[in-house]
């Protein structure tokens, strides 16, 4: 077979795969019955069916090759893929070790219309990572800011508590720590705490224990986009657990990644955006 | 009033307020029933209370020192007191709220400049020391004299103003320092008090407070909540009761207070009923929920009925402006129902879903926008309240703020 032409066998193997995606195939097809030279590699449009999560990966380690301040994370969340399984605040719990009372990124569910013409519509809700947050500019000890990357971070040492972010939040994104465990009140005796209650929670790559009531006890809380998982070229664990691909993430400075892309998209929109906040959180509606 | 009754009910607000700040340390979680969705409740509400009481005070004072009334004189000292002891309730109160109350220094050591929070804390620290001043400067005689007592106040007394007599031209110089500084404490007090309604204001999340009325809101509650303090103190604890000067200023603080009440109602009807006719679900609906939720008595009973219509229907008749009881009866009611204005402030403007469907996302008893204060938020409440007597008692029984000519020339003590 010669350089030029296509065999029927890599041409089987592109369809089938699905790499090739519709831009390409009439390229290929022409190439072949032209008899003209075909290019030697044939690059897809990456947008079209390319494993998303392999896709984001590609993107997350595309982005961390970047300096810090050159990185703009955001997600997208496709309210059409969305099945409101609730994996998402399940497994960012089991992530960050949550205990009860700290949600990070529940699914609002709302029925809409009358029957029969009824639907349910699931909006997970993580925190927005707005360009311009309310909840930071209040925090009276700055424990509470924007990182270069866009990421809006918590330093639980220098929290005091107050919660004046929390109520700051359009978005009710902040929860506070008041130091709860899921063992209390159920009749076990609170000394022998659970061990998965015991667990070191690994947020910005802290380890820290709430077993013996220090920070995150008593302090605000929030989605952090999994930082520490992120740095380290993994998704965030809501993106990895999604059932049916509705989040994505990303770089959204990056023209080639699956979220600026996305982010172009006429169904993009933002929640709350007369306020003014600039979420970096898009929802495909 | 049967000061047996009042010693034992001090008491027992003291006992059950310790404990409940013991359980609220030392059992390691926050015992308090608001939750992340409901992040203030009681405690940021007399937190708020009190500050309020404390600058209305402080200005009731700034009638005697700067604006030279000297019928106010007899209350001059007593306010500056009341400002004071109102203080430190504010203060311990927003202390056992902290999640981690003690990194309270970093508002010191590493403020943000961008937060209303930290403005209004380098304000009332200014404050602070301001009335510490004042104090010093109103009542450096009196003090002087209970420095030479025995007893621990002695020692209080000493470290404020120190042993020496003051000298006629001393307390002359005071009194022009009095003055001046009264003038610097007016638009502090104003900027701290007008600064807390402002704290809510600039939060524009929540549309409820999101309004520029809310710092002359706080402001002229302030002066109707810390007048009619003043004007409880002075009408049940003053000695000399059948003098004139009782008398005389009795009628005027009965007016002072009705006149500011009234204010306070004309910012609120401007308030509500903007936001009822423009009929905008997002402030309308808080309006509502203040009006017709399920703590509507709240506004109702405890706010319009016994903290304005009746002390309105008492002072209505002047000859009840001049009867102390009745004074007493109408300002207390004011001053003690101030609270629920001040619940109705803070709650209110964070019981409505700021998104749809977050109420059932997730399940959790931290996790809801029901909310009425428990047990323990009560307990630490009456802490605060019993400090609040405590200092007010202390101060009293020490300095001769309340004795036969206490406050003016004639009674010697300035």
Redesign the interface.
């Known amino acids: 077979m010669s350089d030029g032409a296509l065999s029927k066998r890599a041409f089987l193997k592109q369809v089938l795969v699905g790499v090739t995606g519709g831009a390409a195939l009439p390229t290929v097809a022409r190439a072949a019955s032209d008899g003209a030279p075909a290019p030697k590699e044939i690059v897809p449009p990456q947008a079209v069916n390319e494993n998303h999560i392999l896709r984001m990966m590609k993107d997350v380690t595309r982005a961390l090759a970047k300096p810090i301040e050159k990185r703009r994370w955001g997600m997208v969340i496709d309210l059409k893929k969305c099945v409101g399984c609730s994996a998402c605040t399940i497994n960012c719990a089991t992530e960050n070790a949550l205990p009860p009372g700290v949600v990070y990124r529940p699914v609002l569910e709302e029925q809409l219309g009358t029957y029969p013409n009824v639907g349910r519509r699931f909006v997970p809700r993580p925190c927005m990572q707005c360009e311009e947050p309310p909840c930071t500019k209040v925090c009276p000890v700055g424990a509470t800011f924007k990182r270069p990357d866009g990421i809006t971070a918590i330093d639980y040492d220098q929290c005091i508590g107050c919660r004046y972010c929390l109520t700051a939040c359009p978005y009710s994104s902040r929860t506070s720590d008041f130091g709860d465990f899921f063992t209390q009140g159920v009749g076990l005796d609170p000394k022998n705490l659970q061990p998965y209650e015991k667990r070191d929670t690994l947020e910005y790559h802290e380890k820290r224990n709430r077993a013996k009531h220090d920070s995150p006890v008593g302090n605000a809380r929030k989605c952090t986009f999994c930082i520490h998982r992120i740095e380290n070229g993994m998704l965030p664990s809501c993106v990895s657990t999604c059932i049916g691909h509705a989040t994505m993430f990303g770089d959204l400075d990056d023209p080639k990644s699956l979220v600026a892309e996305l982010s172009g998209s006429p169904r993009a929109m933002r929640l709350r955006e007369e306020i003014g906040t600039k979420p970096k959180v898009l929802y495909l509606v | 009033m049967n000061s047996k009754i009042l010693k034992t009910l001090w008491l027992v607000a003291f006992a059950v307020g310790l404990f409940s700040v013991a359980a609220r340390f030392f059992l ?3 015992l308090a029933a608001y ?3 409901i ?2 409740g009681l405690w940021v509400s007399v937190y708020i209370y009190f500050v309020g009481m404390s600058a209305g005070a402080f200005l009731l004072s700034t009638a005697v020192y700067v604006f030279k009334i000297q019928r106010l004189e007899p209350i001059g000292k007593l306010s500056l007191l009341v400002a004071l002891a109102t203080l430190a309730g504010a203060l311990v109160t927003i202390f056992m ?5 003690f ?2 220094w ?2 010191y050591a ?3 400049a ?5 403005l209004m ?1 380098w304000l009332y620290t200014s404050y602070i020391v301001l009335l510490v001043v004042q104090i010093r400067l109103a009542m450096r005689a009196d003090l002087v004299a209970a420095s030479g007592r025995p007893g621990w106040f002695a020692a209080v007394a000493r470290l404020l103003a120190g042993k020496e007599a003051p000298t006629p031209a001393r307390l002359e110089k005071d009194r022009h320092l009095l003055g001046i500084i009264g003038i610097v404490g007016i638009p502090l007090t104003l900027s701290f008090s007008g600064g807390v309604g402002a ?1 809510f204001g ?5 549309p409820y407070w999101n309004s520029a009325l809310m710092p002359l809101l706080f402001i002229s509650g302030a002066l109707a909540s810390g007048a009619a303090l003043v004007a409880v103190a002075f009408t049940l604890f003053r000695e000399d009761r059948e003098s004139a000067i009782f008398r005389d200023l009795t009628l005027l603080l009965a007016n002072v207070v009705l006149g500011f009440l009234s204010l306070y109602v004309i910012f609120e009807w401007a308030e509500f009923s903007i936001h009822l006719y423009a009929a905008v679900p997002a402030e309308a609906n808080a309006v509502r929920l203040v009006l017709f939720g399920p703590f509507w008595w709240v506004f109702w009973l405890v706010h319009i009925g016994l903290g304005v219509l009746v002390p309105l229907a008492i002072l209505a008749p002047v000859a009840n402006r001049t009867d102390p009881s009745k004074v007493a009866l109408a300002a207390g009611l004011i001053a003690f129902t101030f609270l629920a204005v001040r619940v109705n402030i803070v709650v209110p ?2 019981a409505l ?6 109420k ?3 399940s ?4 809801n926008f029901n909310y009425f204060p428990n047990l323990w938020e009560w307990g630490v409440t009456a802490f605060s309240y019993s400090l609040v007597a405590l200092l007010f008692y202390v101060g009293c029984k020490n300095l001769p703020l309340l004795g036969p000519g206490a406050g003016t020339r004639e009674g010697g003590a300035r």
């Open positions: 390691g979680k926050d939750n992340s969705y992040p203030w709220d902290l999640g981690r109350p990194r309270f970093k508002v590493s403020p943000s961008t937060s209303m929070m930290t804390i704290l600039v939060v524009g999340a929540r403007g964070l879903e700021e998104l749809h469907g977050l059932n996302a997730y959790d008893a931290r996790l």
